[in-house]
Structures are given as structure tokens and as C-alpha cells.
């Protein structure tokens, strides 16, 4: 049993407190010691540089890797699950070690990823979303023509859904299929065909229904959530409300009061504000939709910081590209959440959400050692994600490729 020592280096341990200098020990595969003057059978100078947990992405579609729903469609089926596998191996080459994919991978990639068959972050999956007829996620054109994002298979079930008995269904069917947490749109969305965030989507004997049984599987709920949505699904327990445009002040109360997480997705808005600045075709209706949802995004921001409410980072990849996840990071920073409080949203603060952190997400002794060591100090988050230059998964150096036990694939 090898034991090794990160040595000198400015550690960051994962919750609200600051970074202090310390060594990191580890054996096989767990954080055992975090202190002054540790050894070990290998050293790992980390002097100048941070050490820090590794981070969690709350919000990414693994198997989608373009915006473009038309190029989407012309592509072969089963491409998405090999794209996918490259997506993985850049989200965790980025420090990513957990991430929540909010719709597209199913539970062969979470078992793949267990297994060693495939690099990448140890992931939680909620499969497909739950949409009422019309709603978000509702893949249904107007021109009658179905565009869908996550084509239905035997893994990924079809999520369209009326009324309370096939909302119970549906997230049985989704519990049997190996979903690790249970998504639901309850308002309209930027990207979709129907309307915008502001429309709240599901009806409370629906919403109600689904937290019930997701619950009794023991799983959480995500919800992609904004403006009167958002405060319905806050109302009936939901454990994060993701994207949360337009929050009134009732609904940043309630969520405090309740301990509901808010993953801005802040990455996914500056990530579409820049393929339009590109020129990329996005219809009129998604353009009106986009120019709304920026114009609140500060205000929400600057209230539930006041707030109190709890963050999870979350980067929506690929509406933000796979591989440049911590971007969020900077984003939080810029959006007012104090750096320390940041690095909370992508470690501590998201294991609790994924309902991890009695296993990872903090650098204390016990703790798995998934680690990001990066250049330069702690709370300088700017431009992190060029910063970082090693990354550990259970103790097995991941980054750089090579070195250690390596990336394997
Ligand atoms: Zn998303």
C-alpha cells in the first residue's frame, strides 16, 4: 500500500472556510491525513500551487455535443454514446471527478464509468426529463416534426407526460431504467419550440406526485425551473431548482427556508450570448427569449446571494463547451458569490446536493481523494481552468494523461 504526500501546497478543503498551506496524505485511494511536516513513501511538490478537492459539473448533457438541434438529427444514433466518451474524458481532464447529467446519459454510462471501461467523472444521471405535452422538453414541432435532443431508447424512456397516475409512471419507469435522480421541467425554456421560461409547466397534483415518488426510491428531484415554475416546485420539495430565471424574492425565501439548491447554469447564458455573437441561426423566438432571461439574470443573482440560498455549480455543457466546465466558477465569481463561496458551489456545497458528501466533494481525512492541483493560489479563480495540472480519482492520477495509472481508453 503506497502511500503519498502532497507537499506544501495551499489547500482548499471543500467548504466556506478559507485555504490555509498544508500536506495532503494518501493511501489507497482515501485522503488519511491533512497537516504540517507529513510524509510518505512518494512526494508530490506542490509548493506555489492549490490543492483542492475534486469539482462537481451539477448540470451537464453528456451525450449532446452540439446546439445545433438539425445537425443533431442528421447524426447516426448511436454516434451520441461515443461522443459522449470523449466528453467524459474532457470534463474530467478539466478536474471534473463528479457530475449530474441533467438528460441524455442513461445508466450503462454511470456503470461504464464505474467499471474503468470508460474515463470520466463518476456520474449521477437522470436519463430523460419529465415534460408535460407542449412543455420544455417536448420534442414536438409545430410543423409537426419531432426534434429530439434525447431520442427515446430501451435505457432512456420518453418522458411526456398528463396528469398525476402517468407521472407516477413514468418515474417508476424511469427509477427501473437506473436513473440516479429524477428531472422535470416546471416552466418553458430558452431553446424549446413552446414558450419561454416565464410559463410555469405541470400543475401542483402533478409536481406533487412526482417529488412523492421520487422520494420513495430515494431519489432527489432537479428541476428546470424559472419565475412562478420555480416557486411551485420549490413549494413541493424539489432538491434543485436549475437555471431559475425571474426569482422573486417569496421564492429565494422559501428556497432558503427549505435548503433548495440554485444552479445558475450561468455558462449555458454566456455560452449562447456567444455562438449568436458567432452567428449561429438560432430561430426569433429563441433570440426574444435569450434577451429576457439576461436582463434578470443579474437581479436573481445579486437577491439570492443576499438571500442566503445555497449554490451548485452547474455549466449546462454542451450550451457551454465540454472540457471548460470551471468557467462557472469564474461566472459565480462575477456574478457576485464571493470566490471562497464559489469553489463551495463546485465541491462541498454540490456533493451535499448529490447527496455525496460523506464521500467525496471535501479534502478531509476519510474522504475519497479525488484532487485538483492548479497553479497559482486558491481564491484566484480567474482563468482556473488553464490553471489546473493534475488530477486524482480515488487516489489514481488522471491528468496529465500518462502519468500514474492514467486515462484509461
Ligand atoms: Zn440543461
Not at 248 to 254: G, K, R, S
Not at 393 to 409: E, F, H, T
Amino acid at each position: 500500500m503506497t502511500r503519498f504526500v502532497l507537499q506544501g501546497g495551499e489547500v482548499y478543503d471543500g467548504s466556506r472556510a478559507a485555504p490555509a498551506v498544508a500536506d495532503v496524505a494518501v493511501e489507497d485511494g482515501v485522503i488519511v491525513d491533512v497537516g504540517v511536516g507529513l510524509d510518505g513513501d512518494e512526494g508530490v511538490d506542490c509548493a506555489g500551487k492549490a490543492v483542492l478537492p475534486g469539482f462537481f459539473d451539477c448540470h451537464v448533457h453528456l451525450t449532446m455535443s452540439t446546439n445545433d438541434v438539425a445537425e443533431a438529427a442528421r447524426q447516426p444514433f448511436s454516434l451520441q454514446f461515443y461522443e459522449a466518451a470523449a466528453n467524459m474524458r474532457r470534463t474530467l481532464a478539466a478536474g471534473v471527478t463528479t457530475a449530474r447529467d441533467a438528460g441524455g446519459a442513461d445508466h450503462g454510462m454511470h456503470v461504464a464509468q464505474q467499471r474503468g471501461l470508460i474515463a470520466g467523472p463518476a456520474l449521477q444521471v437522470s436519463l430523460n426529463v419529465v415534460t408535460q405535452t407542449g412543455g420544455h422538453w417536448d420534442p414536438w414541432l409545430p410543423s409537426t416534426c419531432v426534434l429530439d435532443f434525447t431520442p427515446p431508447h430501451p435505457g432512456r424512456p420518453r418522458a411526456v407526460v398528463d396528469g398525476p397516475e402517468q407521472v407516477r409512471h413514468k418515474v417508476r419507469e424511469l427509477v427501473r431504467a437506473g436513473a440516479g435522480v429524477i428531472k422535470v421541467a416546471t416552466s418553458g425554456g430558452v431553446m424549446s419550440a413552446g414558450p419561454g421560461a416565464g410559463t410555469p409547466q405541470f400543475r401542483d397534483d402533478e409536481i406533487e406526485m412526482l417529488v412523492a415518488e421520487a422520494s420513495a426510491a430515494g431519489l432527489g428531484v432537479m428541476a428546470h425551473a424559472s419565475a412562478a415554475g420555480a416557486k411551485t416546485a420549490v413549494r413541493h420539495g424539489v432538491r434543485s431548482i436549475e437555471h431559475g430565471q425571474d426569482l422573486d424574492d417569496e421564492t429565494l425565501e422559501l428556497m432558503v427556508q427549505r435548503g433548495t439548491w440554485l444552479v445558475p447554469t450561468l455558462a449555458a447564458g454566456a455560452g449562447l450570448a456567444r455562438s449568436v455573437e458567432a452567428g449561429a441561426g438560432y430561430p426569433a423566438h429563441v433570440l426574444d427569449k435569450l434577451a429576457e432571461t439576461e436582463a434578470s439574470r443579474a437581479s436573481t443573482m445579486r437577491r439570492a446571494i443576499q438571500a442566503g440560498v445555497r449554490f451548485a455549480a452547474g455549466s449546462d455543457a454542451p450550451l457551454w463547451p465540454h472540457g471548460d466546465n470551471l468557467t462557472e466558477i469564474e461566472l459565480l465569481v462575477e456574478y457576485g458569490l464571493p470566490p471562497v463561496q464559489a469553489l463551495h458551489a463546485a465541491t462541498g456545497s454540490a456533493a451535499d446536493l448529490l447527496g455525496v458528501g460523506d464521500r467525496v466533494g471535501s479534502l478531509l481525512p476519510g474522504k475519497q481523494a479525488d484532487l485538483v492541483i492548479a497553479r497559482g493560489k486558491a481564491l484566484d479563480v480567474t482563468g482556473l481552468s488553464s490553471r489546473v495540472e493534475a488530477v486524482y480519482q480515488a487516489g489514481r492520477q488522471v491528468l496529465p494523461a500518462g502519468a500514474g495509472a492514467g486515462v484509461p481508453g
